[in-house]
């Protein structure tokens, strides 16, 4: 069973920077597409980034594109989610996703990915 561990969430004022972290375990890190979504107060749950397990290809949604770089460090089994120019409109619950799938084009449904973490909290405000 892959565990993942998020953290680095937080209050910041708009036009600040975060970077989220998420460490896996339970499997081998390199087999694993890591991803981010993120839930607001009242919304669905959304795809924000994923990476694959090189580490080669990333994808954003739209959204956060230019203002948010996703990475990982297989040394440290960790996926981190920078997110710079904060608005207030990225306030939400951060969660990171696992699966061993990648698919073309990405897969951005909630219900792609098996393994969740349990969120981190980003408050952005004015």
């Known amino acids: 069973q892959v565990k993942l561990v998020e953290s680095g969430g937080g209050s910041v004022q708009a036009g600040g920077s975060l970077r989220l972290s998420c460490v896996a375990s339970?499997?081998?890190?390199?087999?694993?597409?890591m991803s981010w979504f993120r839930q607001a107060p009242g919304k669905e749950r959304e795809f924000v980034a994923a990476?694959?397990?090189?580490?080669?290809?990333?994808h954003y949604a739209d959204s956060v594109k230019g203002r948010c770089t996703i990475s990982r460090d297989d040394a440290k089994n960790t996926t981190y989610l920078e997110m710079s120019s904060l608005i207030p409109e990225d306030t939400a619950i951060y969660y990171c996703?696992?699966?061993?799938?990648?698919?073309?084009?990405?897969?951005?449904?909630?219900?792609?990915?098996?393994?969740w973490g349990q969120g981190t909290q980003v408050t952005v405000s004015t």
């Open positions: 990476i694959t397990w090189t580490g080669y290809i990333k």
């Open positions: 339970g499997r081998a890190f390199n087999t694993l597409v």
């Open positions: 996703a696992a699966d061993q799938s990648w698919g073309d084009p990405p897969r951005i449904q909630v219900w792609a990915y098996e393994h």
